[in-house]
């Protein structure tokens, strides 16, 4: 930091972030040399790196870029000393008045009477900040300083304020390290979800359908349809019992859950209808909470557990979305059971062993579980109830810790009506995010006032979990086309197997052997097109289809075809039937090769 002792160390976060906060003002110092009639809002450090906002009257271009780029260098040459000092409010504003930074003296309007109002100065540049700095802009490595994007942002996160440009940035103490970086963010957009459901034709989006709502195509939803039978048949098996319930529900239903008050700046504004008012409902749990409402239960009736593959409307800012892994509608693996408090430590085993058999069958490995606590000083976001609390987050650890499961925790990540365990997957690149998670909810079952009736004949008021396993159907399958590139395994692939007649002659032999593994629930296609032999291999090699199956006139004297694998190439001829038998091990076993 500037104005304390500070130990100069890519390896200490706070060093880092300090760093990266440095080079927020660098950018912003540049671009206001560059372009003095842009109006500066804010810039903070980030996980990867830094941004700033700003209101400009022209759009930050490539080329632009470049050019903020080259000044951000010249002024690390110039090794500019960060000074620090405050001023009173009123020559605080006098200041950014001065400047012309309106949203510099919003900020200030709206702190605190007693905030201490800091500004820090390098060479000609001032801004307004609470700090901490280095002490140097020499101290940041010039040709190590990468801008890598601008998007459009909202000032202090609002829609209904004015938009912005937000230039993100990154930068390393060693131009190798950036090197490094860069490498990895070519990776993650070959990886994109969006760019290969665009290629490989699984979903779409679409401007005038809106933001945030992806439309899956009929490979797309193939692949979803396997996923949801994949789990409805898990959970079947496991004693489950599915329903299906409104997209809607009344305001009132939401009141009574409570996420009226803790959870109504992410839902879609209220419709009328004939005098009653309607929200497209963000969650099911209180859909659910009716149904076991529906009839009295007894102790001997639990657990019981309700499941819907449900879709739910969730109202995102435009700049977070992001494909289908954040949509404004999407489909929830969801479920709630219906437990007594001598059960809680049983059925979160069952919980935990669902969603780590189904990790082993989709081959995820890399993932950590954490324990997600409230935070006790956020009066708004949690129902208050501090014995609830206790109780509930006590509970839940001591089942994680006999069930053996190693996990970290983590304040301020609870759901607002109780503590949750959150199974976080680290994909191939990016930042690591939740799949599934198993709450623990002893607020929910009060406010709806459900009971049953206890061995001793006296009312009781069940526990609920809400659980799910893939989370989010398309949230799964994102996470999934980005770890295999688009090649699904086999058993998921919505084609796994294309017939490719050499000559027309073998169409009509080829169609016919398409039409038998489909009969046998396979999923063939043939490519009929009067293209060469070579073409049709590169395109469904392309298409990412597991098994490509040459077939020429010796194959149609044979009887035989001529399997070529995406990944090992050419299998040799073999009979049909010993193609359907490889192929019927390959998913029944749901092999990952």
């Known amino acids: 930091m500037a104005e304390e002792n500070f130990e100069f160390s890519w390896e200490n976060p706070e060093y880092r972030k300090t760093y990266w906060h440095t080079c927020s003002h660098v950018l912003a110092q540049a671009v206001k040399r560059l372009y003095p009639e842009v109006k500066l809002a804010i810039g903070p450090s980030i996980d990867n790196g830094f941004y ?30 960060l000074e620090r000092f405050e001023l009173p409010r009123e020559e605080a504003v006098k200041f950014m008045e001065e400047k012309e930074e309106p949203f510099k003296v919003e900020l200030i309007n709206d702190l605190p009477e007693d905030a201490v109002i800091s500004f820090y100065k390098q060479g000609e540049f001032t801004d307004l900040c609470a700090g901490p700095h280095i002490d140097s802009t020499g101290r940041i490595k010039g040709n190590a300083i990468k801008l890598t994007a601008c998007n459009a942002s909202y000032w202090r996160g609002d829609a209904k304020n004015k938009s912005l440009q937000r230039i993100y940035g990154v930068a390393f103490p060693k131009k190798e390290q950036l090197d490094e970086y860069l490498k990895k963010l070519e990776e993650a957009k070959a990886r994109d979800h969006r760019k290969l459901g665009r290629e490989l034709g699984l979903f779409m989006t679409d401007e005038l359908v809106g933001r945030g709502m992806p439309m899956f195509l009929p490979k797309g939803y193939t692949v979803w349809r396997i996923l949801e ?25 939401y009141k009574t859950s409570g996420h009226w008050d803790h959870y109504q700046q992410n839902m879609f504004p209220a419709m009328e209808v004939e005098d009653e008012m309607y929200v497209l409902r963000p969650m099911n749990c209180p859909h659910h909470m009716r149904i076991y409402a529906n009839r009295p239960h007894s102790y001997r009736d639990l657990p019981i557990r309700i499941g819907e593959i449900a879709h739910d409307f969730r109202y995102e800012a435009s700049g977070t ?24 430590k049983d059925e979160v085993s069952k919980v935990c062993d669902l969603i780590f058999a189904t990790y082993k069958d989709f081959g995820i490995t890399d993932y950590r579980c954490v324990l997600s606590l409230r935070d006790p000083a956020d009066t708004e976001k949690y129902h208050q109830d501090d014995e609830m609390w206790n109780t509930a987050e006590s509970a839940l650890r001591e089942v994680l810790v006999e069930l053996g499961i190693d996990f970290t925790e983590e304040i301020g990540e609870a759901a607002f009506y109780g503590p949750k365990l959150d199974v976080n997957v680290v ?51 994102a996470y999934l086309i980005e770890e295999t590139m688009g090649a699904f395994p086999t058993w998921l692939a919505p084609v796994q197997a294309k017939l490719l ?38 395109e469904a090699q392309l298409e990412k289809v597991p098994y490509m199956l040459v077939v020429g006139d010796r194959d149609m004297e044979n009887g035989t075809v001529s399997p070529r694998h995406r990944s090992e190439g050419d299998l040799g001829a073999m009979s049909e039937a010993d193609f359907t038998k490889l192929l019927r091990e390959v998913v029944d076993t749901k092999s990952l090769k």
């Open 52 to 81: 700033y906002d700003m209101d400009s009257p022209f759009a930050f271009t490539p080329e632009i870029m470049d050019k903020i780029e080259d000044e951000m260098r010249k002024i690390c040459k110039e090794k500019l000393k």
């Open 229 to 253: 039978n994949y789990i409805r048949d898990k959970e079947i098996k496991l004693g489950y019992q599915h329903v299906l319930t409104p997209c809607v529900g009344t305001v009132d239903l």
């Open 321 to 344: 979305l992001k494909g289908i892994e954040r949509g404004r509608h999407f489909c929830q693996n969801d479920a709630h059971l219906f437990v007594t408090p001598e059960q809680i």
């Open 427 to 477: 994909p191939a690149v990016g930042a690591e995010y939740t799949l599934s998670t198993c709450q623990l909810d002893f607020c929910l079952p009060m406010k709806f006032d459900l009971k049953y009736i206890d061995a001793d004949g006296a009312e009781k008021t069940p526990v609920v979990l809400h659980r799910a396993i893939l989370g989010s159907l398309d949230r799964f399958m």
């Open 501 to 538: 007649p050499v000559t027309d002659r073998a169409n009509e032999y080829c169609q016919k052997y398409a039409d038998e593994l489909n009969d046998l629930g396979f999923r063939a296609e043939v490519d009929d097109r009067n293209e060469k032999i070579g073409k049709k291999i590169r």
